[in-house]
């Protein structure tokens, strides 16, 4: 285990819905990332969080977006749902602003199906 | 852009021998190489990881080989074992201060065979 909890485990929703998936870092972790796994493009990075402030960003849709809150839990929101964004979404944590000198710990990721 | 290529897609070994993945990174200021391990319905797992100033690194039954001049590294498991089972990636980045993204490959299904 971890101890990157990610909820929900499975999301199946509709073209052009809304949704919200939620993770909690290890305990005392400051970072945040959100990766995306689909089988033609592999794991993506989205964006990465640290003690609430953006730090860096990559491939991520401005249909999309995330917040890191006071308590370190981050939530990644994403709408206008396609049938192209169907994948695992990841999160993960390090205890650091950089994982060159504290590691990516990754939680099991929330499946999401989009009908 | 950075990019990194990792090959075999699949490999599949009798338990005891061993296996070898390998991996082309495209940035040349990358220096940190990560290795995962990801096994069905879980997230992927740090394994071993080395940095540029080293140019081998083992743990155990796991070592990662790194070649800066030809931009590869590749790990090396020996003496497999059938929980060895699992889909393994590399990936490659740039030392961030500021925060900063890790790049995948593509994964190497590894299967081993009792």
């Known amino acids: 285990d971890s101890g990157v909890t990610q909820t929900p485990k499975h999301l199946i929703t509709a073209t052009g819905q809304r949704v919200t998936l939620r993770c909690s870092p290890r305990?005392?972790?400051?970072?945040v990332y959100w990766y995306q796994q689909s089988l033609d493009q592999g794991l993506q990075f989205l964006i990465q969080?640290?003690?609430?402030?953006?730090?860096a960003k990559g491939n991520i849709l401005e249909r999309f977006s995330a917040q890191q809150f006071p308590d370190l839990h981050s939530e990644l929101n994403l709408s206008s749902l396609e049938l192209g964004d169907s994948a695992l979404y990841f999160c993960a944590s390090s205890a650091t602003v950089s994982f060159y000198n504290s590691p990516l710990h990754f939680g099991n990721g929330t499946r999401l199906t989009v009908t | 852009g950075e990019n990194v290529e990792q090959h075999p897609s699949t490999l599949s070994v009798q338990e005891g021998d061993s296996a070898v993945i390998k991996c082309t990174y495209s940035d040349s200021a990358s220096n940190y190489f990560p290795w995962y391990k990801q096994e069905l319905g879980k997230g992927p797992q740090l394994i071993i990881d080395?940095?540029?100033?080293?140019g081998e690194k083992k743990d155990q039954r796991i070592a990662v080989t790194l070649n800066k001049t030809a931009k590869h590294f590749s790990l090396h498991i020996t003496e497999t074992q059938p929980e060895d089972s699992a889909v393994y990636f590399c990936?490659?980045?740039?030392?961030?201060?500021?925060?900063?993204?890790?790049?995948f490959g593509q994964g190497t299904e590894l299967s081993v065979k009792p």
């Open positions: 990936a490659a980045s740039k030392e961030y201060n500021q925060g900063g993204k890790l790049i």
């Open positions: 305990s005392g972790d400051l970072s």
């Open positions: 080395i940095r540029s100033n080293v």
């Open positions: 969080y640290y003690n609430g402030e953006e730090r």
